[in-house]
């Protein structure tokens, strides 16, 4: 071989990785639990090893626990939340279904926008950004429009309402529509009872109430959902995600090959679980509801607003705050990264400059990290 020939232009020598130790309060990723960092330093196996076969029936077991569901289909998809959703999305949706989608932010938006994609006839049902749906407006929906599908975010991360889902599966299932439900920053934080509820399908992801990096994103399909995936008239147009024939790697069974998972965010997600599972979930929705009345109180003594007005609506992992008038949202949020190594996220689209997003998700829902942000946040905005 003519060695002479190799082009040495991008022969760049970078430097050893050195990252800074930012505290993630944003709306994710949140800082990953340190059991879940050993977890994911464990040694690579092959995706088909017994050993790892073992980590996979520990993730669906715990899974179900989380989202309190018997669903036999419960896995973690290759991929972050959005892949997740997209899932959902195109396992669920035949071009010219009607879709519902209520819309109280720009997470229902990009619901819209995916099943577009996927040929749906959407239609949406939307409410100010911070605000939240009635049951009866929802009723008013499915009466109006007998979709095949609704689709509801439970925790808006974009505006921090949180979707009262009580009642809305049934209100679904007697006009023959199946529910979908976004859990992204609500699984681990945030009471869910996915079959009390009668959900059909849901997602979330890894980053998190679960305290782990992202990459594997759960989903779970109860049994309307997999008769309307067995029974679809069309392949699912997106192969990667079609899983109908992931279920075949995944279900205990056959173990057959569809591609190569990401063995140690697999690792992670496990870890992430188990510490759910310890903790257990009443404990840990009251940590996480404790702590961001504490964030709220700090707050109200700083003069700051939360935008989700009534509190019952407000995601106790992820709270909005409003700017106040003439203070810059940007400003603020570099300070507080570039001084304290605090990172928060400003709002965006239609609330953009409006609010801070402030995060307290799995591991980092601690009181002593609601002390230091409210005592930074003070000083920065005294300055």
Known sequence: MNTSII???????????????????????????????????????????????????????????????????????????????????????????????????????????????????????????????????????????????????????????????DGVG????AANCLLLVDTVTSLGTTPIFLDTWEVDAAYACSQKGLSCPPGASP????????????????????????????????????????HTAPINSMYAVREGLRLVVEEGLAERWARHQANAELLWEGLADMGLSCHVTDPAHRIPALTTVCVPEGVDARDTAVRLLNEYNIEIAGGFSQLAGKVWRIGLMGFNSRPENVALLLTALKQVLDR
């Open 219 to 258: 989903l779970t399909l109860g049994e309307r959902a997999l008769a309307k995936l067995h029974n679809r008239a069309s392949k699912v147009p997106n192969w990667y995600l079609d899983m109908s024939i992931l279920s075949n790697y995944w279900d205990g069974k056959t173990r057959s090959y569809h």
């Open 170 to 173: 049934q209100v679904c299932h």
């Open 7 to 165: 082009n040495e232009t991008h022969r760049y020598f970078a430097p050893q990785l050195n990252m800074p130790p930012r505290l993630l309060l944003g709306p994710g990723p949140s800082n990953a639990h340190p059991r879940v960092l050993q977890a994911i330093a464990m040694p690579q196996v092959g995706h088909l090893d017994p050993a790892f076969i073992g980590v996979m029936n520990d993730i669906q077991e715990m899974l179900r626990y989380a989202w309190q569901t018997h669903n036999t289909f419960t896995l973690p998809v290759s991929g972050t939340g959005s892949a997740a959703m997209e899932a959902a999305i195109a396992n669920l949706v035949e071009p010219g279904d009607v879709v519902l989608i209520g819309v109280i932010g720009y997470f229902g938006e990009r619901l819209v926008e995916m099943a577009s994609r996927y040929g749906a006839d959407v239609r949406m049902m939307a409410k100010p950004w911070g605000d939240v749906f009635t049951l009866e407006e929802l009723h008013a929906g499915i009466t109006a429009h007998q979709p095949a599908l609704l689709a509801l975010v439970h925790a808006e991360t974009s505006t921090g309402a949180l979707q009262p889902l």
